[in-house]
């Protein structure tokens, strides 16, 4: 965990400009067993402070891969300066962007060091298990993965406080031969906040996940192709998530509204069914944690939640406090960085459709020929809001019922247009929260949903 040397530095705060100084850590590690052999073993760390100083909206950085209270005091002076000297020199007169709300955020989690030794062996018992219960697979893989953000945020004219964000994960990885001769792959992740004893301090609870994804591979050896066309489907809540960041959520992101995607000339208008309320989730969702909680930016903002589409209205953006200015809005705590030496950009944090009313058993019921599509193995969209998604986890559904395992195949579409179809969603969330986001740097975030039943257009073979 950081000391903290980064208050005292307040003192030299400058009148007359807007300031944040960061102290900043980041620790990742990773270890993979593939068929038993070790063949990586990694950990890494950087550390350093960073100051971002504003004056009239323009902006002085300066980062330094130190940490003291000397570095502290030298990267504020240049940071300083530099906003001055960009001050002076600008042509067009920009206006300071209101003060925030001054408050003290605490550590909200420990971050501790686990023994790699621990991890290791943890590796190998699950390896083991899936090697003795499962002989007939064809590889196996286990990785383990785990990355912390330590910061220590000052700031002039907002909230300071001291916020850690660790996360592990393990993922399980199973191939086996298909039928056509061709090998077909799952993996599942396990984990989620925290740091390993949160999740791991018994292999065998892992059992009845790797279980389950041994059985969908098994069917998936088996499977079919999907026949090509716009087609009714349930997408399942990991599939739905991918969509509610990748499709709509960089959409809504207010420095990409400014830069001219689909979602600016959309505000106050229909982007989706009635049915579709989409909210990018800060620390709290349903009564419970979410996924990733964030509690304060990178800009001293309090984190709140950020209602972006209510009953198929698009209602808003997610905001850095210049574009909150802009738009003549409060931001809700989207500004921030990965390293110590990135200035925040606006990012999502837990982003999430909101579920409905019926069950996923009455939803596959009512749906004659059509697709249940769970899981994803990537996908990528633009700013017109345009997707393409890989599904690694399917199953057609024919006369209200689950059929066939599906081979792996894409859908694709228009995010506002594919949502204003949507006419059921299911009454439970599943949430995901193990990968990046890589909007020019990388960054953990939570993405979830229900099941939800739309119109999509599914490639075939």
Not at 24 to 48: D, M, Y
Request: hydrophobic share 35%; aromatic share 8%.
């Amino acid at each position: 965990m950081l000391q903290d040397i980064i208050t005292p530095q307040g003192k030299y705060f400058a009148s007359g400009v807007q300031s944040v100084l960061r102290g900043h850590e980041n620790r990742s590690r990773r270890v993979v067993l593939l068929k038993g052999s070790l063949v990586q073993n990694v950990r890494a760390e950087s550390r350093g402070i960073s100051a971002r100083v504003t004056k009239r909206g323009r902006y002085g950085f300066s980062s330094v891969a130190s940490y003291s209270e000397k570095d502290a005091e030298r990267v504020l002076r240049a940071a300083t300066e530099n906003a001055l000297f960009l001050d002076e020199r600008g042509a067009f007169p920009r206006e300071r962007y209101p003060a925030l709300p001054s408050a003290q955020v605490p550590v909200n989690r420990p971050i501790l060091d686990t023994a790699q030794k621990k991890i290791i062996d943890f590796c190998r018992e699950v390896d083991s298990y899936i090697e003795k219960t499962y002989p007939q697979l064809l590889s196996r893989t286990v990785v383990y993965t785990e990355d912390s953000q330590d910061k220590i945020i000052l700031t002039s004219d907002a909230a300071s406080g001291h916020v850690t964000y660790p996360r592990c994960y393990v993922y399980v990885v199973l191939s086996a031969m298909g039928k056509n001769g061709a090998p077909v792959e799952l993996f599942k992740a396990f984990g989620g906040a925290g740091g390993f004893d949160s999740h791991f301090s018994d292999a065998s609870q892992l059992n009845p996940g790797i279980e389950e994804l041994y059985r969908h591979l098994m069917n998936k050896t088996e499977g079919v192709y999907a026949e090509a066309g716009n087609k009714t489907v349930i997408l399942g809540g990991m599939m739905g998530g991918m969509l509610a960041h990748e499709a709509v959520g960089h959409t809504v992101e207010a420095d990409l509204v400014l830069g001219g995607s689909v979602a600016g000339p959309n505000l106050h208008k229909q982007v989706a069914s009635p049915m579709v309320t989409l909210v990018d989730f800060a620390h709290t969702a349903f009564g419970e944690p979410t996924p990733l909680p964030v509690f304060l930016d990178d800009e001293g903002t309090l984190a709140k939640d950020a209602p972006l589409i209510e009953n198929g209205m698009l209602t808003g953006y997610m905001n850095s406090r210049e574009s909150a200015a802009h738009f003549g809005v409060e931001p809700c705590g989207n500004a921030r960085a990965w390293d110590f030496n990135d200035e925040p950009l606006i990012r999502m944090r837990n982003t999430c459709i909101l579920p409905g009313k019926n069950t996923l058993e009455e939803m596959i019921a009512s749906i004659d020929d059509g697709y249940y599509l769970i899981d994803s193995s990537n996908g990528q969209a633009d700013l017109t809001g345009e997707f393409m998604f890989g599904v690694s986890l399917g199953y057609e559904i024919k006369n209200g019922k689950l059929g066939r395992a599906l081979l792996d195949t894409t859908v694709s579409g228009i995010a506002f247009e594919m949502l204003k179809t949507v006419d059921m969603l299911s009454d439970r969330v599943t949430w995901s929260s193990s990968g990046f986001c890589g909007k020019k740097q990388p960054m953990p975030v939570g993405m979830g949903g229900p099941d939800m039943r739309c119109r999509i257009t599914i490639g075939g073979r």
